[in-house]
Nanobody, 125 residues
Framework: QVQLVESGGGLVQAGGSLRLSCAASGGTLSSYAMGWFRQAPGKEREFVAGISRGGGTTYYADPVKGRSTISRDNAKNTVYLQMNSLKPEDTAVYYC??????????????????WGQGTQVTVSS
């Protein structure tokens, strides 16, 4: 069973950048399509970005499109989410997730099999 651990969150001013990392253990990350999700207080969890199993396809939710880049380093068993031009509305707990059933990017959280514990991102205005 894959264990996922996120890191890289923190407090940043609006306009700043963060790079989130998701390190996997107990499995080979190259076997999974990966996604990043976030959940803000009082809101439902939402899809942020995803990358296909092979890394050739990425997909972004509209709120982060053009400001974020998802990537993967299968040799390091790690997935990244680079976020730039951060806004206060990006404040949330960010989760990475692994999807073993589909090689393509999927935005539905219910299709993901493994989840990390999350990392807090707080953007001050």
């Amino acid at each position: 069973q894959v264990q996922l651990v996120e890191s890289g969150g923190g407090l940043v001013q609006a306009g700043g950048s963060l790079r989130l990392s998701c390190a996997a253990s107990g499995g080979t990350l190259s076997s999974y399509a990966m996604g990043w999700f976030r959940q803000a207080p009082g809101k439902e969890r939402e899809f942020v970005a995803g990358i296909s199993r092979g890394g050739g396809t990425t997909y972004y939710a509209d709120p982060v499109k053009g400001r974020s880049t998802i990537s993967r380093d299968n040799a390091k068993n790690t997935v990244y989410l680079q976020m730039n031009s951060l806004k206060p509305e990006d404040t949330a707990v960010y989760y990475c997730a692994a999807n073993r059933r589909y090689s393509a990017v999927r935005s539905e959280g219910a299709l993901y099999d493994y989840w990390g514990q999350g990392t807090q991102v707080t953007v001050s205005s």
